[in-house]
């Protein structure tokens, strides 16, 4: 391993108070031979009810395909957990296990609570059966669900998470989903020397084992870690990572694997400097200690990096720029910092002076002028995320974005843009983020066809509605309600007369640009934005269903936009007076069916006219639209013959 250690200015002004930033960096180097250092795996997996769903079954197919990656002299065990712990796979050598999977382990169903710190114990306790020098130990621990029985509070599972480091057992995590506690996993990887992965689904695990197996068979140097000796009295030291401190005050870097060089960014801060004979001051000592991968294991090594800066005075400093690199390093951190205070914010609901933290950071990084091409898309990050999060507020910081922030702050701070990477290419993010698929009309309903599931789209949902726990859409992984006002969504597609499995709510259409052209036959949904023109209508929301302000009859009437709804409706006041030009069929959930009688109005929305069928709710349906502030329903009907764009984020509808 290579180690440097430089300043971001070489020439600080002679007597003043100084701060100065010093990266240490830790570069891999190719090992001469071929040999890897064999790795002992304890690889334990959450089996709790929560991984139901297909869930477990591709976490399984994904531990068949990691044990068949690995080398027969490496070592495994396997150790899967609910509020039960169940040791299936005590620790073997790959060659014994010829191809077999261990017994229990083809029949093993998803099961009751989530005990995580007994199965990551009895996990640690497999490891450290086999614990030895000439081995490279981790526990690879994958949930989807909160510590819920066992030992549940983080700083107690913190503790077990050092006890088993202190042995040379290190720790990598594995968050699936929604439901899980990214910053428990995260301060497990961080204290466990590891790495924290956020995945949206279940399907994304045989990715990520890979991953980790590629990262484990390039291992350089182990347990990596740093001391900052001063060589002044009162000098102020800070990491601008989020390394693990040992009470020693030493950072723990964990492994150096791979080809990309590690760096740490320490903020030193000092009253005046003296020079020494060379015109220059002694600052401290970075000292470097790791272990050495070898083909037979591990030798331990350390280095001593001195600190050093000159001295002029101020004016001729006047033109010295900071070091490119060391100041790139930094903005990274300071990115991974404001990320950090972004999430605190939106926590608390604070969502402008988030978006107003991630400006300020974009701002600062532009004035750097350092004109680099990764750094430059992570200003364009925070800028989009800023705008997001003024405009869409909770509806776009949902559990999903808030581990995929998360864990985007902890790669950075780190420096693992690979990981980083790798994430966003999991998860489509970066790619063409437009998905079109067929869409048609059934008895007056909006259907789409995504992969084998017929979804029926509905605006005027608040949630989405299921046979199943959750629904796969757009790269995430949607919750769904078995029920809404006790309808099911069987229950909907009798009433429409087809096949219906998900009833696809606001909830879940809030997330996405919608351009919808039944003539077409297709639907796009998007996580970029949909060109719109200067025609579009302006939307309010009211408990997340969309409401839009619709000229009808020559006044102005606001109404709820409900894709889910065959018939339009009008207040019963504004259709008395009407002639009646037939009757028609309809239904409402948790209502049932009823028959209205239809009027014809000429209505007006985004600078088009056209002619619409109104009908009049029963009295508790119409009760319910004043108390929400409208005065009728705009239905499916308005998607006839014409092209709809749809954009909740930005509150605008378009007709064409």
């Not at 009751?112 to 086999?130: D, V």
């Not at 007056?444 to 017929?454: A, K, P, W, Y």
């Not at 996580?527 to 025609?535: A, F, V, W």
């Not at 948790?590 to 619409?612: D, I, K, M």
Request: some cysteine; overall charge negative; hydrophobic content about 40%.
């Amino acid at each position: 391993m290579k180690t440097h250690a430089k300043v971001d200015f070489d020439r600080v002004p002679a007597g003043e108070p100084v701060t100065v930033r010093v990266m240490v960096s830790l570069e891999p180097e190719p090992r001469p031979d071929a040999a890897r250092t064999p790795l002992n795996l304890a690889v334990v997996i959450d089996r709790s009810g929560s991984m139901a769903g297909g869930k477990l079954e591709s976490v399984k197919e994904a531990v068949r395909t990691l044990f068949g990656s690995l080398d027969p002299a490496d070592t495994v065990s396997l150790v899967a957990f609910d509020n039960n712990i169940s040791p299936l796979l005590p620790p073997v050598m790959v060659a014994e296990l010829e191809g077999r999977a261990p017994a229990g382990f083809d029949a093993l169903s998803p099961g009751g609570n989530t005990n995580l710190c007994g199965g990551y114990e009895q996990g640690g306790a497999f490891a450290a059966r086999k614990l030895s020098p000439r081995r490279l130990t981790r526990v690879l621990l994958l949930t989807d669900g909160q510590a819920n029985a066992g030992i549940v509070r983080p700083a107690g599972i913190g503790e077990v998470v050092d006890r088993f480091r202190s042995q040379g057992i290190t720790t990598s995590t594995i968050g699936v989903g929604a439901d899980y506690n990214e910053e428990l996993l995260g301060l497990m990887a961080e204290r466990g020397g590891g790495a924290t992965y956020f995945l949206s689904h279940a399907a994304e695990a045989s990715a990520v084992f890979a991953e980790e197996l590629g990262d484990l068979l390039t291992v350089d140097a182990g347990d990596v870690t740093v001391r900052f000796v001063p060589a002044l009295d009162g000098l102020r030291v800070e990491q601008l990572n989020t390394y693990a401190v040992a009470d020693d005050g030493i950072w723990r870097l964990g492994d150096l694997f791979g080809s990309r060089a590690r760096h740490l960014v320490l903020e030193i801060a000092a009253d005046a400097l003296a020079a020494g004979e060379d015109g220059r001051a002694v600052i401290g000592h970075v000292q470097v200690s790791w272990r050495k991968a070898t083909g037979a294991g591990f030798e331990s090594d350390s280095c001593t990096l001195p600190v050093t800066v000159g001295l002029a005075p101020r004016e001729e400093l006047v033109n010295v720029s900071p070091d490119r690199e060391v100041t790139l390093q930094a903005a990274f951190l300071v990115a991974s910092r404001a990320q950090a205070g972004a999430i605190e914010l939106a926590d608390q609901g604070s969502f402008d002076k988030a978006a107003a933290l991630l400006e300020a950071c974009a701002a600062q990084l532009d004035g750097l002028g350092l004109d680099d091409e990764a750094l430059a898309g992570r200003v364009g990050d925070l800028r989009g995320r800023a705008d997001r999060l003024r405009h869409e507020r909770e509806r776009f910081y949902d559990a999903r974005q808030r581990k995929l922030m998360y864990t985007e702050r902890e790669y950075m701070a780190k420096g693992r843009f690979d990981k980083m990477s790798s994430m966003h290419a999991r998860q489509g993010m970066g790619q063409d983020a437009s998905v079109t698929y067929p869409c048609y009309n059934i008895n007056g309903h909006i259907l789409v066809e995504v992969d084998q599931d017929r979804v029926l789209i509905d605006t005027g949902s608040p949630h989405s509605v299921g046979n199943r726990p959750a629904f796969a859409f757009m790269g995430s992984e949607h919750r769904l309600q078995p029920s809404f006002q006790g309808t099911t969504v069987d229950q909907v597609g009798d009433l429409v007369g087809t096949r219906i499995t998900v009833l696809m709510g606001a909830d879940i259409l809030s997330r996405y640009d919608m351009r919808l052209h039944l003539e077409g036959g297709t639907v796009t949904f998007t996580t970029d934005s949909l060109p719109i023109g200067r025609r579009a209508a302006h939307l309010d929301f009211f408990t997340g269903v969309p409401i839009v302000e619709v000229e009808v009859g020559g006044r102005p009437r606001r109404l709820f936009f409900d894709t889910g709804a065959k018939l339009s409706y009008l207040h019963s006041s504004l259709t008395a007076d009407l002639p009646k030009v037939g009757r028609e069929q309809d239904f409402f959930p948790g209502f049932g069916e009823f028959e209205v009688e239809l009027v014809e109005q000429r209505v007006a929305l985004c600078e088009q006219a056209f002619p619409l069928r109104f009908g009049s709710l029963p009295m508790l349906l119409e009760t319910a639209l004043l108390l929400a502030g409208v005065e009728g329903i705009l239905g499916s009907a308005v998607f006839e013959g014409a092209r709809v764009t749809y954009a909740p984020r930005r509150k605008l509808l378009a007709i064409e």
